[in-house]
């Protein structure tokens, strides 16, 4: 089995304004160190071994259905876990 943690985050060029809200919501508590803020999308997958390539597995997962490749960006993390 494996823990796939996927990363989704909007592409630098692209404006977040729930990111913006975030940071204005923040400056009003006072935090001002803060400078910019970027919201995502975290998810976990566990996934069955199986003889297809994970990491082809996963990225077919990711461009097709978890992330909109237009606007967003992915990173993924594959760690091998042993079932109980």
């Known amino acids: 089995m494996y823990k796939v943690k996927v990363y989704v985050t909007l592409r630098e060029s692209v404006l977040d304004p729930q990111g913006n809200a975030v940071k204005g919501a923040l400056h ?18 566990i996934v069955e071994k199986s003889d297809r390539d994970i990491d082809v597995l996963v990225k077919e997962m990711c461009e097709k259905l978890l992330a909109n490749t237009v606007i967003e960006d992915y990173r993924y993390d594959i760690e091998e876990v042993v079932v109980q």
């Open 28 to 45: 009003t508590l006072n935090y001002r160190e803060v400078q910019d803020v970027r919201i995502g999308k975290f998810m976990e997958l």
